[in-house]
């Protein structure tokens, strides 16, 4: 069964810093990768996606993410914050052929001005 | 274009009563999935419809809880006898009905709170 581990519940930021959210996944087949992220009493908004291809994947509002099959790791960063990227990120990943997303448990990015 | 909506936003209901979320998802959208979100527990996958198809209930925690899907759009979930650990926020999302890969779009999500 897949599942997936954001290590980091909560994660500080000084403004135009850069960042790295940190996800690790375990599955035994291929596997399609996502980041969602939650503004405050807001839904779930895609960031970006890894299907295939390029490892490096690039989403809105500059985030981007890198597919490392061998660490099974899909880190997001972004190098330079901004207020307005507070906000809940959660990494989820589904099984090839499966059609359930299986999410971690989140990261609370908090910018400090 | 108009998102997924669901009602209500929020809903306060006392143990032992039943409770029905709503879900409308995006005009056209044939797959339609509901989600679980409790404080500390992420996000859980409750059950899947796709189409005419069978749903893949494997998500759904008890045999309290179900879900029916009407015409192939709006979707209900309910919550039978309802108890204080069902209290989350209920996320509906769903996507076009063609390559799996294709991006779910969620809903705001009702809070549910059984006291």
């Known amino acids: 069964a897949q599942s997936v581990t954001q290590l980091d519940s909560q994660v500080p930021v000084f403004e135009e810093a850069p960042v790295e959210l940190r996800c690790n996944y375990s599955?035994?087949?291929?596997?399609?990768l996502f980041w969602y992220v939650q503004y405050p009493n807001q839904g779930l908004q895609l960031l970006l996606k890894?299907?295939?291809?390029?490892?490096l994947v690039k989403g809105i509002n500059g985030f981007e993410a890198e597919f490392n099959k061998s660490q099974t790791s899909f880190h997001l960063r972004k190098p330079s914050v901004h207020i307005s990227d507070t906000a809940e990120y959660f990494c989820?990943?589904?099984?090839?052929?499966?059609?359930?997303?299986?999410f971690g448990t989140g990261t609370r990015l908090t910018i400090i001005p | 274009g108009a998102g997924v909506s669901q009602s209500p936003s929020n809903k306060v209901t006392e143990k032992g009563k039943d409770v029905e979320l709503r879900c409308d998802p995006i005009?056209?959208?044939?797959?339609l999935y509901w989600y679980r979100q409790s404080l500390g527990q992420g996000l859980e996958f409750l059950i899947y419809?796709?189409?005419?198809?069978?749903?893949?209930k494997s998500g759904l925690p008890s045999d309290r809880f179900s879900a029916e899907r009407t015409g192939g759009s709006v979707s209900t979930l309910t919550i039978q006898r309802t108890q204080q650990e069902d209290s989350a926020v209920y996320l509906c999302?769903?996507?076009?009905?063609?390559?799996?890969?294709?991006?779910?779009?969620f809903g705001p999500g009702t809070r549910l709170t059984v006291l």
């Open positions: 989820a990943v589904s099984e090839k052929g499966n059609e359930k997303l299986t």
């Open positions: 890894y299907l295939s291809g390029s490892t």
């Open positions: 599955s035994s087949v291929s596997v399609y």
């Open positions: 999302a769903s996507r076009t009905g063609g390559a799996r890969t294709d991006t779910q779009y």
């Open positions: 419809f796709q189409g005419n198809s069978a749903p893949d």
């Open positions: 005009s056209g959208h044939t797959a």
